[in-house]
């Protein structure tokens, strides 16, 4: 009943929104084609100029723009106007005088003189020697502010408004240098003229006058103070993604994109500017991770099951919901990441903000698009693994080892630690990883566009649908179907502002809740067939007829063992805004998003072994809710003040998040068609998890731009947060942004040729962080089934309570250098920054006596985390036929412990070598490996005396550091000739990673298999690397690897093995070349476009991590994990058209 009330309630609430803007559309339109045949009635005695075009912009609705300056030469005007039209009344008023108005829009005219020259007539003075002359756009639109200097002398001048200019004394054969910060400089030579006539100044081919998004505000990149990296569209686009973030993987410096696995929908962790905190939960690190914003919408990045038994199927317990979101339907990416950029965010934002911003209607003509692409994902490497001489040899060594006789077809006893010689056919072989991971998994996508709008009104509206199958063996699909829309809408003056946008996704997968890379790679190479003659799975029962046990674990019918995963997310947003006066405005920004996931995963009868007497089915119902609501209401003033403008941002925010999951389970049912009714369970069970979470912000922002060269950005803000106790909920955050355009200066212009543009900026502030969790600071009980008091239920404590802790404390600065030269054909950015964490929130240990394990509260900690940020964007050719750009990215990050917290370091997560004024993260202390003792067949370490020994009473040293800190650098290429366009992206990775040979799915001694290489999925482990038949078989044998062992508990191997594990053999070069993006495309020449009227007809080829140059030996140098499903190699092909 709840859940129809409230799809009814919602669905009213769409539809009078609806209404409402399809009423204002009809309006806008309808004053658009009547504003200018709108009958007026004017009457005026003796005003100025200035108050006449005021009182007619105010009674026609029409923005008159016009230069007080230049008007107020005239004399007061008399003027009566009965019922006339607005063009009739403004040519009475503007003709006698010499003046004229040129549309700007529908609602917008622009007045100037009739005559070009008129302002240079009026600066013409007496002099021995003048020049003059006239600037004006490619477009033919005047250009004012431009400097022209004559050459080698500080004579100069400004051009006006009109474009033209007037410079006296000039001597003879000189040279005239012409500068503006949106322009190609020009020399020009005087020679003998005294008027120059026009002058055509190409556009500056840089950047600088893009917008840069910065959240509740925007500004022009040339006066950015912060530090914003922006990643377009179009690059988004050419990548055949399943999740828009890894479309920015190695593009931006510092930023570090993690990938748990290579399924469409896995997980993905992030890490800009380093790990601001040191403390641990549960294991884990405190997340840092950067705030996500969706069209201004705050976005959870990834998604919990809720723990328990629940799950998404084989991407495991989370997934990342980012993945819902259609790469095509992105703008753009922008990513904030000093103070100054992201204090207006306050708290939210102290570990940096990442605004993604969808597309939007345009105005024009009406078009259709259509995007069709298909194609494949495959796994790109494999594992080098023994083959079935080299396995079996390997099994016989580890007996000989221990002194056993070899085991084979003819031995009497027949055990699961020796099937794989005493019953499985010898002479079999299997590429395991082939046979689960070889598939290519196909996909299609399919996307439709419409858009277009007037000046009044814009809109789009899209749909994607795609489809893809897992690289999995078995029945299996993953698709997705988004609906998009847009619309904008404007009053005829241009007053009354809506935006108002929405997403719809529906997610359906169906996958084996096992990830198969695990058993492509442990498997044994002779292991039985999947199938027997019938057909039917294959046991491999034993050979004695009067024992039905049966051999292994039939890998495949962990395919019955299902989990179909239903997402229903929606994406909502509106802006309003008034523009009350010419300089102030008032605006509300609202979204809301709601993301319901439904699991059921099944494990039936038929996934069991037969022989097995203990077979329990298992249904599991798992209900995920995320909903978030968002109210921004603000106001904004600007005004000139002297040289510059002033302007002023007030802003209100509130932000309401909760996140409920709900799981059932049902176990012992009868038959398997009855899995999906929990009511024919023998036992259900059910568990549920609920957090809420509020935040609430008052925030204001300053900003002053002097004579377009100084430049200042104010931001102060107060956040509160559910998440403190009473008398700690709000923090007080502020930051400072400063900037120097020095190009801009006389003593620079025209000393720097090839030296564009120029900015130095600076920037410092504070910021906090409340990620610590809900309801810490009040007492918490959880029943426990386990436990039970006089027949009921009983509830226990969550831990102890601490209600004074309070905000982390983050301060960041920032200096960086901004550079356009060659007339804009190479663009730098280098910045150096610092962030310092203190008042570290986390877990302190508490005595056994204290009756709980941890406390949350403050440590005196205190980290930084400082480095380089560089950005080099070239236009390397640039003519008509062949263009070429270039993008690097490089980023460098060190981090050191300024104060130390009380007591162990261990209790922080941190490693007890961390020393105050030394590296707290990005490196592991480990044991110091010497080899295998050639006598013994021994790992041997050296111990704190330098000694090298075997024995497990010595005193180990752990003192030597591995780095594991990665650098990587980006480089990006686009290339067009005539209609075909080149893009690719290679990243360039130097770090160190896990060494595969020590990875849990060859690990002969872990807390739960020991000694042992039998081939039994969930029990025990089968196949190894090639690389290990480097191992110790006899004294003398000088080896890489320890000696095998068929024994299951044999401690020296096995603790020696752990420790191995904590030692340098652990870590080995992980540096990688990845050619990250390949894309080809092809545009058909306007005339086949003519033909077919259309407006654009484009092929095209993609691929995704296509090629890996890498001395890395396991599957992926990422993800560098023997057991997860790597990041895939994707190629796909496809079609656009617009009509």
Known sequence: MRLSVRIVFYKGVFLLATILLLFIQHECIAQSGSIRDKSLTVTITNMPLSTVLKTIQDMSGITIYFNSSEISQFQNITLEAKNESFSHIMRKVLEPRGLEYREISAVAVAVAFKKAERFAEKLIIDTSRSIQGKLISEEGQPIEGASIQVAGTGNGAVSGPDGSFLINNIPAKTKLVITNVSFLSKEVTVGSKSNLGIIVLKHFVGDLEETVVKGYYTTKKKFNTGGVVTIKGEDIARQPVSNPLLAIQGRVPNLVITPTNGLPNGPVFLQLRGQNSISVTNGQRMPTQPLIVVDGVPYQNNISSGGGD?????????????????????ERIDILADADATSIYGSRGGNGVILITTKRGREGKTSIGINVSTGYNEVPSKIELLNTQQYLQMRRNAFKSDGLAVPDHSSPVKTYENYDLTVWDTARYTDWQEKFLGRLAPFTNANLSINGGNQLMQFLLSGNYNRSKLVYPGDNNYETATVNFNLGTSSANNKFRTLFGGTYVYNNSFSPTTDFARLAVVLAPNAPSIYDKE??????????????????TNPYAQLLVTTTSKTNSVRGSIDISYQILQNLFIKTSAGYTETNTRNLSLTPLASFDPSMSNKVSLAVHNNVQAKSLTVDPQIGYNVNIGKGKLEALALLSYQSQSEYTETSTGQNFSSDVLLGSLENAALITGANTSMQYKYVALSGRLAYNWDGKYLVNLTTRRDGSSRFGPGYQFGSFWSVGTGWIFTEENFMKGKLPFLNFGKLRFSYGTS??????????????????????????????????????????????????????????????????????????????????AGADVVTRNQDAVIQNSGWDFIVNSKNIASKALQWSSTISFGILKNKLLAKPEGLYNNFGLNRFVEVGKPFAGFVAVYEYKGVNPATGFYQFADKAGNVTTSLFNSYDEAKKVVIQPLTLGLSNSISFKGFTLDFFIQFTKQVGRNYLLDEAFSRYSSLNYGNFLSMPYLEYGNLPVELLNHWQKPGDVAAIQKFSTKRFDYPLRDLYSRAKSSDLAWTDASFIKLRTLSLGYNFPANINTKLKTQNIRVYIQAQNLLTITNYKGLDPETQSATVLPQLRTVAGGIQVRF
Not at 323 to 328: A, G, L, Q, R, Y
Not at 787 to 797: E, I, M
């Open 768 to 849: 906090g962080n409340d990620v610590i969790g809900d309801y810490a600071y009040i007492e918490l009980f959880q029943g426990n089934k386990n436990f039970a008091y006089q027949g009921g239920s009983v509830l226990l404590t969550n831990g102890a309570v601490n209600p004074d802790y309070h905000w982390e404390t983050i301060k960041k600065l920032e200096t960086a250098l901004e550079a356009s030269m060659l007339n804009g054909r190479v663009t730098t950015s280098v910045a150096y920054w610092r962030t310092r964490a203190s008042d570290q929130l986390g877990n302190y240990p508490l005595p056994s006596t």
């Open 310 to 330: 629940a799950t998404f199927g084989s991407v495991g317990s989370q997934i990342s919901a980012l993945s819902f979101i259609n790469p095509n339907d992105i």
């Open 535 to 552: 057909g039917n799975l294959n046991w491999e029962k034993l050979p004695d007829v009067q024992n039905d046990a049966s051999t292994w």
